[in-house]
C-alpha cells in the first residue's frame, strides 16, 4: 500500500511544518524520560512528598522496596484510563476519580496518561476527549496528558487542531494527540454525529491537515487555527491493523497498537512499522508503544478474581449489552458461555495477571518479544466487594502496574494509611479499616 499526501495548506500561503533538528524522542518539549530514573532526577523527591504526607518515610517503607522495582523495570509506563462509570460512580465521579488517578500517577513516576473518545457507551464518561483531558491537565503539573485517542473521521480537522492548540496553550509541553479512524461507537451513533462511514477514508489526509493547522502559520496563510497555529502537539497514530502501522511509518509519527483488545496482529504490524519508518520533523526513530491491560493484585488468585470485571465488560459487548463497570465475581465460568469464553480471551491475551512478581515477569516477556519503547497500561475499574477491605494495594501500583482496588489491609501500607486517595469505586482510604 502506498499514500499519496498533499496537505491543502501545501499551495502558496499555506503554513510549513517548522524545519527541526530530529530528536530521540517525539517529545519536542523534554528529553526522552523513562522509568529507570536516570541520574539527573531528584533522588525519587515526588514519591518522598507522598509519603510524608501519609506520615511515613518511604524509604523505610514497602512502598521504597516496590518502588526500588519499579525503577528497575526496562521500559516506559504509560497509563490508558478510560473513565469507567461503575454502579457505585456516577459520571462526575468518573471523571475526578480520573484526576485522581493522574496526580498519583504523576508521582510515582508514569510518563503519561491518555483518555480515548467513545460514544453512546453508559459505562465510559470521556465522549468529550478534549475537556477531559483539560479537566486531568488542571488537577496535574508534569505528566503528559493526551488522546488515546481522538477518532478523526467523527471531526473537522480544523476543530481538533483548535481544541488540542488551545490545550497545549493553557498546559505546554504536556498535551500528546494520538488519533484513529475508527468512529469509536455504532453505526447509529455514527449517524448522530453527522458524519459517515466513509469519512475513515480520508484519515491520511486528515492527520495531515491536522498537523500542517499545528504548524507555524505562513505568512499568507488565509486560514489559520487560532490559538492552534505553531503549537506543534505531537501527534501519534493510533491502530489494531497494518493500516495504521504503514501509515505512522510513512509520515513518520510515533505508533501506539491497540493490543490490548486487538492482540493478533501486533508483531506483524510492530515489523511493518519499523521497517518502512521514515524520519520526520517529529521523529526521527520508530517508536512504538504497545497497549496492554495489567491487573496486579496481593496473590494471582485474586488478580485473576479482578480480572472477572474486564472479561464480564466484553461478554457483555458481544451480547449487546453495554452497561456499567461490574464488579468482579468468584465464578466466571458461570457468567459466560464457551464461545463467549473463546473470543474474550482471544481479544485479552495481551494482558497480564497476577502478584507483582507475575507482573513483573510477564513485562519483561512483553518488552523482550516486541521491543516496545513504552507500554500503555489500560487502567480498568475494577471493584472487590470484600466488605473488609476493599481498598488499593499502592505498592502493587507503583511496581510497574495500575491504579486497581484490591483486597488489602491499610494496615500493610502504612505509608498511605493517612492519605486520601478516591479510585474508581470512590474509596477514601481514611475510612478503610486498619
Given at each position: 500500500m502506498r499514500f499519496h499526501l498533499t496537505a491543502p495548506w501545501a499551495l502558496?500561503?499555506?503554513?510549513?511544518?517548522?524545519?527541526?533538528?530530529?530528536?530521540?524522542?517525539?517529545?519536542?518539549?523534554?528529553?526522552?524520560?523513562?522509568?529507570?530514573?536516570?541520574?539527573?532526577?531528584?533522588?525519587?523527591?515526588?514519591?518522598?512528598?507522598?509519603?510524608?504526607?501519609g506520615g511515613e518515610r518511604a524509604e523505610n517503607s514497602q512502598t521504597a522496596v516496590a518502588m526500588d522495582s519499579f525503577r528497575e523495570l526496562p521500559i516506559t509506563l504509560s497509563i490508558l484510563?478510560?473513565?469507567?462509570?461503575?454502579?457505585?460512580?456516577?459520571?462526575?465521579?468518573?471523571?475526578?476519580?480520573a484526576r485522581d488517578i493522574a496526580v498519583h500517577a504523576e508521582a510515582w513516576g508514569y510518563r503519561r496518561i491518555w483518555v480515548a473518545e467513545h460514544h453512546n457507551m453508559p459505562g465510559i464518561a470521556s465522549a468529550a476527549t478534549s475537556v477531559v483531558i483539560g479537566h486531568i491537565a488542571a488537577g496535574t503539573k508534569t505528566i503528559r496528558v493526551g488522546a488515546g485517542g481522538i477518532m478523526l473521521s467523527n471531526h473537522a480537522p480544523y476543530v481538533i487542531a483548535e481544541q488540542f492548540g488551545t490545550l497545549a496553550?493553557?498546559?505546554?509541553?504536556?498535551?500528546?494527540?494520538?488519533?484513529?479512524?475508527?468512529?469509536?461507537?455504532?453505526?447509529?451513533?455514527?449517524?448522530?454525529l453527522r458524519r459517515t462511514p466513509e469519512a475513515a477514508e480520508n484519515f491520511p489526509q486528515d492527520v495531515l491537515e491536522v498537523q500542517a493547522f499545528l504548524a507555524p502559520a505562513g505568512p499568507n496563510q488565509r486560514i489559520r487555527a487560532v490559538p492552534a497555529a505553531g503549537t506543534e502537539v505531537p501527534l501519534w497514530i493510533l491502530g489494531s491493523s497494518n493500516f495504521g502501522a504503514m501509515l505512522a511509518a510513512e509520515l513518520g509519527l510515533p505508533y501506539a497498537f491497540a493490543s490490548h483488545f486487538a492482540p493478533e496482529l501486533l508483531i506483524p504490524a510492530l515489523q511493518i512499522y519499523r521497517s518502512r519508518f521514515k524520519p520526520s520533523e517529529q521523529l526521527d526513530r520508530p517508536y512504538a508503544m504497545v497497549g496492554v491491560n495489567i491487573i496486579a493484585a496481593g496473590s494471582d488468585d485474586e488478580a485473576r478474581r479482578l480480572a472477572t470485571t474486564q472479561q464480564m465488560s466484553f461478554t457483555n459487548i458481544f451480547r449487546g449489552a453495554r452497561g456499567l463497570s461490574q464488579p468482579p465475581i468468584d465464578d466466571i465460568e458461570s457468567y459466560w458461555s464457551p464461545a463467549e469464553k473463546a473470543q474474550a480471551m482471544s481479544m485479552l491475551a495481551r494482558s497480564i495477571v497476577g502478584s507483582?512478581?507475575?507482573?513483573?515477569?510477564?513485562?519483561?516477556?512483553?518488552?523482550?518479544?516486541?521491543?516496545?519503547?513504552?507500554?500503555?497500561?489500560?487502567?480498568?475499574?475494577?471493584?472487590?466487594?470484600?466488605?473488609?477491605?476493599?481498598?488499593?494495594?499502592?505498592?502493587?501500583?507503583?511496581?510497574?502496574?495500575?491504579?486497581?482496588?484490591?483486597?488489602?489491609?491499610?494496615?500493610s501500607f502504612p505509608e498511605f494509611s493517612r492519605l486520601t486517595f478516591r479510585s474508581q469505586n470512590n474509596l477514601d482510604i481514611n475510612r478503610l479499616p486498619a
Open positions: 502558496a500561503g499555506g503554513p510549513r511544518l517548522a524545519k527541526k533538528k530530529h530528536k530521540r524522542d517525539h517529545d519536542r518539549h523534554g528529553e526522552h524520560q523513562d522509568l529507570e530514573l536516570a541520574d539527573d532526577c531528584d533522588d525519587d523527591a515526588e514519591l518522598r512528598e507522598v509519603a510524608r504526607k484510563d478510560l473513565v469507567r462509570v461503575t454502579e457505585d460512580t456516577d459520571a462526575r465521579g468518573a471523571l475526578d476519580n496553550r493553557l498546559f505546554p509541553g504536556r498535551i500528546d494527540l494520538g488519533l484513529g479512524r475508527a468512529p469509536g461507537t455504532d453505526q447509529l451513533t455514527l449517524r448522530a507483582p512478581d507475575t507482573v513483573r515477569s510477564g513485562i519483561d516477556a512483553l518488552v523482550a518479544e516486541t521491543g516496545a519503547d513504552e507500554l500503555d497500561d489500560r487502567v480498568r475499574c475494577l471493584r472487590s466487594h470484600n466488605s473488609a477491605a476493599p481498598e488499593l494495594i499502592a505498592s502493587a501500583a507503583r511496581i510497574a502496574l495500575l491504579l486497581y482496588p484490591f483486597a488489602a489491609t491499610r494496615s
